[in-house]
């Protein structure tokens, strides 16, 4: 995910439903704060602090 000039990797590990989504589900999203997207299709948000720093957001994404 490219946020202006940083690159930001979701794991599929972490969010299993982007690794079953179509195309057009992951691009389909909505930024909601200067660091907190929505994939409202997929019905997940995500804040690029838990992608920057994982280990500070423990836990797993779960449907």
């Given at each position: 995910m490219l946020v202006e000039?940083?690159?930001y990797f979701v794991p599929f590990?972490?969010?299993?439903?982007f690794k079953k989504a179509s195309v057009e589900q992951?691009?389909?999203f909505q930024q909601i704060s200067p660091n907190q997207f929505h994939w409202?299709?997929?019905d997940?948000?995500?804040?690029?602090?838990a992608l920057d720093?994982?280990?500070r957001f423990?836990?797993?994404?779960r449907k």
């Open positions: 000039d940083r690159e590990e972490d969010y299993p439903e992951i691009l389909t409202p299709q997929l997940i948000d995500i804040e690029l602090e720093e994982p280990e423990p836990l797993v994404f």
